[in-house]
C-alpha cells in the first residue's frame, strides 16, 4: 500500500484516550519505520457510556481527520468503537482498509482447559449485539462470563494508582469467582495494567490481549512484515500525537506506557451529535 521503498506505511489510530497505546506499543515493536498518527478523543473519555448514534458520528469525524492528515489505512483501537461503529465506517470509505479489535472470543475458548471464559469489557462492549455475535460463533461451547467493569479504564487513563489499587482488586475478585481460567481483556486499556491484574488472579489463570492478532492484520493489510521497512531494524516510529482533551494527560501517558518522549498537540473538533 505504501507509495514506493522511500515512503513508509502510514497509520492513523484512533481511540477515546490512552488505551490504544498497548495497541501502538505493540505495533511500534515490530515496524521499524512507521509513520503513525494517533488520536486520543479524551475529552469524551470513556466511550464506554455512549449511544450507538454518538458513536457512529464521532468515528466518522476522527476518521476524517486521520485520512485528512495522510493515513492509509485507520486502526480502530476502541473495543466499544469496533463493536458500534467500524461497519459504518467501512460502508462510508470501502475503499480504506479499517482494523478494528474485538474481543478475543475465539483464541481463549480455544485455550481454556476449563471451557470456562471471562470477558472483562466496559458497559457499552457487554452490551453490544456485535459481542452476542462473537460468542454465538466462536464460544465452542464454552461457558462464557461477561464481566462489566465500569471506571477502570477512566481510572488507568488517568493512571490514577490510588484508584486503580481498589478496583483491580474488585475485578479480580469477580473473575476469580467466575471459576474462569481465561480472561479476556476487552478493552484497549486493560492490557495496559495487565501484569498488575496478573499477579492478582495468580499463574493458573491466562489473560488473553488483542494486540498481536490486530498488528498482525495491520501488516498484512499494509503488505509488510515485521521490520520489513528498513533492513537496519533501527529506525524508530514517526509518531505524531493529537488529542481533543488533557494534553498533559496523554503526555503522561506516553512517558508511562509507551516511555515515549513524544509531545501530544491539542486538536479543537466540532462537538459531537445525536441524530434524531
Keep these: 500500500m505504501t507509495d514506493g521503498p522511500g515512503r513508509p506505511p502510514r497509520v492513523g489510530i484512533f481511540d477515546s484516550g490512552a488505551g490504544g497505546l ?6 511500534a515493536s515490530q515496524a521499524s519505520g512507521l509513520w503513525a498518527l494517533y488520536l486520543a478523543d479524551n475529552r469524551y473519555l470513556p466511550y464506554g457510556d455512549k ?13 476524517e481527520v486521520l485520512l485528512e492528515r495522510g493515513a492509509e489505512l485507520v486502526l480502530v483501537a476502541c473495543n466499544t468503537a469496533t463493536t458500534h461503529t467500524i461497519g459504518t465506517l467501512r460502508t462510508r470509505w470501502p475503499h480504506v482498509p ?3 479489535v ?39 461451547g464454552a461457558e462464557i462470563h461477561l464481566v462489566p467493569c465500569p471506571g477502570l479504564a477512566d481510572a488507568i487513563e488517568r493512571a490514577d494508582d490510588e484508584a486503580l489499587s481498589p478496583l483491580l482488586d474488585q475485578t479480580a475478585n469477580r473473575l476469580l469467582a467466575t471459576g474462569a481460567d481465561t480472561i479476556v481483556l476487552g478493552c484497549t486499556h486493560y492490557p495496559l495494567v495487565a501484569d498488575r491484574l496478573a499477579a492478582r488472579l495468580g499463574p493458573q489463570v491466562h489473560l488473553i490481549d488483542t ?6 492484520r495491520v501488516h498484512h493489510l499494509l503488505g509488510t ?36 518522549a513524544a509531545h501530544c498537540a491539542h486538536l479543537e473538533l466540532p462537538e459531537p451529535t445525536i441524530s434524531t
Design 102 to 140: 474485538e474481543p478475543a472470543i475465539k483464541p481463549a475458548a480455544r485455550l481454556s482447559r476449563n471451557r470456562r471464559v471471562a470477558v472483562m469489557a466496559t458497559p457499552a462492549t457487554i452490551q453490544s449485539q456485535r459481542l452476542r455475535q462473537l460468542i454465538d460463533e466462536h464460544a465452542a
Design 211 to 216: 494486540a498481536p492478532a490486530v498488528v498482525s
Design 225 to 260: 512484515t515485521p521490520h520489513s521497512h528498513t533492513p537496519t531494524h533501527t529506525e524508530p516510529v514517526q509518531l505524531q500525537v493529537l488529542c481533543t482533551g488533557d494534553v498533559a494527560q496523554i503526555d503522561r501517558a506516553l512517558l508511562r506506557w509507551l516511555d515515549s
Design 98 to 100: 479499517f482494523v478494528g
Design 51 to 63: 449511544p450507538t448514534s454518538w458513536l457512529e458520528r464521532r468515528a466518522a469525524t476522527l476518521t
Design 22 to 27: 498497548s495497541i501502538l506499543r505493540h505495533l
